[in-house]
């Protein structure tokens, strides 16, 4: 074998060695701070007053009546239902701001989540759409399937940086 095959069959080695280290130590993601997933619909509704409820996909969208507030940000906070119980919680800071300032608030969220569950899957992808809406996302992929997304859109002045913690194994977190 070249010297050169060997080289790039090292690299090659090394990069899925590290990506899966990434993902060995995310085990798995019971849920976002109390909301376990697998809690059943009922017991959400008696710990959190829920304002709204729509149907959304396979699921039910449930909106909480207060925001949580994180880093001095506050998110409105909603789950989804799935077969009666929880499959993903999402938190969602809609505000005016310049495309650098919702850059900013994408850059704040992610970081937290980096400084909790370490790297992401991939860098952070940042898309710019001839100037009308730019995109800022990023996944932590856990081994049982779970996941935490977070993203931002700004458009026409308007940010929505949000995260979305979705449950992994079809909604159950053992």
Do not use: W
Request: hydrophobic fraction near 40%.
């Amino acid at each position: 074998m070249e010297k050169a095959t060997r080289i790039a069959l090292a690299a090659v080695i090394l990069i899925a060695s590290i990506s899966s280290a990434l993902a060995a130590d995310r085990v798995s993601l019971p849920g976002f701070q109390k909301y376990l997933f697998a809690t059943t619909e009922a017991d959400l509704r008696k710990a959190v007053p829920i304002v709204k409820s729509e149907q959304e996909d396979d699921g039910t969208r449930l909106t909480a009546s207060a925001p949580v507030t994180i880093d001095n940000v506050s998110y409105q906070l909603s789950f989804v239902i799935k077969s009666g119980r929880l499959y993903r919680v999402n938190l969602m800071n809609d505000s005016m701001k310049s495309v650098f300032d919702c850059d900013l608030a994408f850059n704040r969220a992610f970081a937290l989540l980096k400084a909790k569950y370490g790297d992401p899957d991939t860098p952070p992808e940042r898309k710019n759409f001839n100037n009308i809406s730019v995109v800022n996302q990023a996944h932590f992929t856990f081994q049982d399937g779970s996941n935490i997304a977070v993203s931002s859109v700004t458009m026409t002045g308007e940010c929505m940086t949000g995260a979305a913690y979705t449950a992994g194994n079809g909604g159950s977190s053992f």
